[in-house]
């Protein structure tokens, strides 16, 4: 049976044409603001790792934040992430990003422009035929305000993809403070700023990206409904639905 999804879910004209330009080397994502002329190019799609699932529960946030610190360090419970309501097989998938570039100039010195444009979880190769935003556990589309997009928040800019069944481990040496300042500990430095927290003993892992104020997350479903991908686009690289 062909998979049809909720209309009021699925990616319109415009969120569907960035989704599927934004990881096409060399195509236009428009132009360089108040510039015209120069075009927003996309560079390269690099892979930056891989991340293990073995839950086949996927979150898809900040790996924390200012409230949440403030509770863990102090013996409180802190609330639970956005873990994405949909299931994905367990497994080992490759994270990538993909990079734009638009030069500009800015008071008389001269920029390059590099954006990440956007970031993916492949969770296969199969054809993507349609784009819809991932809910939430616990969130209910019946409830989503006409024109709203269902996003995640984050403080200090940065995502994360992590196995929902060793979130607590995982996010841990994030929420470490000392003199005033966050210090992650014990983390495996990634290309791009990205990073990557490991659990031996679950075979999971944790990878951050960044995320101008939080992102929107697409499933890219194939023909028979299943997730091919998971992107989160944010800042610059914010579709409209």
Not at 47 to 61: A, K, M, Q, W, Y
Not at 118 to 123: F, G, H
Not at 145 to 159: E, K, L, T
Not at 179 to 203: A, H, K, T, V
């Amino acid at each position: 049976m062909k998979w049809v999804g909720d209309a009021r879910l699925a990616a319109g004209p415009e969120a569907t044409w960035y989704l599927e330009t934004a990881f096409t080397p060399g195509a236009h994502l428009g132009t360089v603001y108040d510039d015209p002329t120069t075009p927003i190019v996309v560079t390269s799609v690099e892979e930056v790792t891989t991340i293990r699932v073995p839950s086949g529960r996927l979150v898809v946030d900040a790996p924390w934040d200012d409230d949440d610190t403030w509770r863990y360090e102090r013996g409180l419970p802190t609330g639970p992430p956005r873990e994405l309501a949909v299931r994905i097989p367990t497994g080992v998938y490759r994270v990538e990003i993909a990079w734009t570039a638009g030069p500009y100039e800015f008071f008389g010195e001269h920029f390059d422009g590099v954006e990440c444009a956007a970031t993916r979880l492949r969770v296969s190769d199969a054809a993507v035929v349609g784009w819809e935003m991932g809910l939430g556990v616990g969130e209910d589309v019946d409830r989503l305000p006409p024109g709203d997009r269902p996003r995640f928040g984050a403080d200090h800019n940065v995502g994360c993809f992590a196995d929902a069944g060793a979130w607590t481990t995982l996010s841990a040496p994030f929420r470490t403070i000392v003199d005033g300042r966050w210090e992650p500990r014990d983390i495996g430095q990634l290309p791009d700023g990205c990073e990557r927290i490991s659990d031996e003993s679950q075979q999971a892992d944790l990878v951050t990206f960044t995320a101008l104020s939080g992102g929107v997350v697409w499933l890219g479903r194939t023909e028979t409904g299943d997730v091919a991908s998971i992107v989160v686009t944010s800042g610059m690289a914010y579709a409209k639905a």
